[in-house]
């Protein structure tokens, strides 16, 4: 398994898709956070973080369109198939290796914060737990793209198919205050993923709310080994 996650993460830095996915969300973190936080004069980062989801749209399915997809078009998932690795080792190599990458330009990012001690007294509690929550959704969308990754040998179809699923579950909670089924409200709030994410924004830690961002990555993470059990036995 370690084999294969060594494997990943090199691979993310001998091809463009790791430098530009840094420079991408390095770029993107700081101009919202320069037209929000800054510009407003404020050390509120609900604003800011919440463009950074949004920036998660195009930035996570560069993270996960080849990672499986890769394998098929090369004609080298073969040789996964039939290691000696279980299929569930390979599948969880290869989502830690993306992980990684993310919360290391994440935990980057934050340095954006520097200013706001130099010039003011931000809410520490509050910065802490945006990031933290940003962290599980970026987790939970990063195993929605390795399950889609799975299913094609298209690395632009599997880029499409997680930024449709990605965009779709953020626009839930743009849609939810606007319903007015008050039992089809609730069932759409219970899964937006903004809606679980307000809390940490008041610097509150929201268990049950990790526990769903995690659920969504269990469960996808679970998907994706489902198909490559049944690629195996074809």
Known sequence: MFAIYKREIKAYFTSPIGYIFVALFLIAAGVAFSTTTLM?????????????????VVAVPLLTMKLFSEE???????????SPVSLGSIVLAKYLAALTLFALT??????????????????????????????????????????????????????????????ALLALG????????????????????FDRYYSFNYGLFDINAVVYYVSISVVFLFLTVRVYEKRRWE
């Open 40 to 56: 407003s004069s404020t050390s509120d980062v609900a604003q800011y973080y919440s463009y950074m989801l949004f920036m998660f």
């Open 174 to 193: 743009l849609v939810s205050s606007s319903i007015t089924n008050d039992v089809l409200r609730t069932v759409v709030k219970w899964i937006s993923i």
């Open 72 to 82: 098929k078009k090369l004609k080298t998932e073969q040789v996964l198939l039939t």
């Open 106 to 167: 994440l935990l980057l990012s934050t340095l954006n914060f520097i200013g706001l001690y130099m010039y003011g007294t931000p809410n520490t509690a509050i910065l802490i737990s945006s990031t933290v929550g940003i962290f599980f959704i970026g987790s939970a969308f990063i195993a929605i793209g390795v399950f889609i990754s799975s299913l094609t040998e298209n690395q632009l179809v599997s880029a499409i198919g997680s930024i449709f699923v990605i965009l």
